[in-house]
């Protein structure tokens, strides 16, 4: 099976009934879940009740994308004591907020943690990460595997770096927290669904996520067709597009 799963969507905090940043990518038996924000756990437990997962990746240390791993160190530390560490990739700020959460267990007995900047394969995927703009350092990811790229950003502002992110990718996953015009302040840490378009040019599928809570989905989703030729799709808490 090659599917991913979207746990959850929402930039900044989650609307009732929705999560934050979340993907479960499978490939093959092989899952690695792409960030787990606010409420995004409840999510993945749907799909593996004890957590039972190859790898995780987180893009930064925002809460909104990488809270809920505190959550998941708690039912592996648990449900699992003698389960191997998970490896878990990431920058260096994400460790820390893991421990300002929750010291004990220490975050390092439960995952095997890894520098996302450094590292080169997960599993069945090779892995090269780009600094993206953010508020605080944020890495966008491309994960191939035979037959598969899987590209997504984190949160970022507009980068020549996302073309080179997106380029052959099957899927490619952006932020596109804004709506409308696009701001004229700079620098710029989120996007508009139309500047999403601009680096996913070179993808087949374009995945917007990030939405900020109340906006209009379908909104976004028309903003984006106005330019990408692609499919365009919206993330949707439990949604499962084939790979």
Not at 80 to 100: F, H, K, M, Q, S
Request: proline fraction near 8%.
């Amino acid at each position: 099976m090659r599917s991913l799963t979207v746990l959850g969507s929402c930039g900044a905090w989650p609307e009732p009934g929705r999560a934050c940043a979340g993907f479960l990518l499978e490939y093959d038996g092989f899952k690695v879940v792409l960030d787990l924000g606010y409420a995004a756990l409840p999510q993945l437990l749907k799909y593996c009740p004890e957590g039972e997962v190859d790898a995780i990746v987180v893009t930064h240390q925002h809460p909104d994308h990488c809270v809920d791993v505190s959550a998941l160190a708690r039912v592996r530390y648990y449900l699992a004591p003698d389960a191997e560490r998970i490896p878990l990739y990431c920058p260096p700020g994400v460790l820390d907020v893991l421990r300002a959460l929750e010291p004990r267990p220490d975050p390092a007995t439960v995952f095997d943690v890894h520098d996302l900047a450094t590292a080169k394969e997960i599993g069945p995927f090779q892995l090269e990460s780009v600094l993206l703009p953010h508020y605080v350092t944020n890495r966008g990811v491309r994960l191939t595997a035979p037959g598969l790229t899987i590209a997504y950003t984190g949160d970022s502002g507009p980068s020549a770096e996302l073309s080179k992110l997106a380029d052959g990718a099957d899927l490619y996953i952006s932020d596109a927290t804004l709506q409308g015009e696009s701001p004229t302040t700079t620098p710029r840490y989120v996007m508009t669904a139309t500047e999403a378009t601009t680096g996913a040019a070179g993808a087949d599928r374009l995945l917007l996520t990030h939405f900020w809570p109340g906006s209009d989905r379908a909104l976004s989703v028309a903003e984006a067709q106005q330019v990408f030729t692609g499919e365009v799709i919206a993330a949707e808490e439990g949604l499962v597009i084939p790979l």
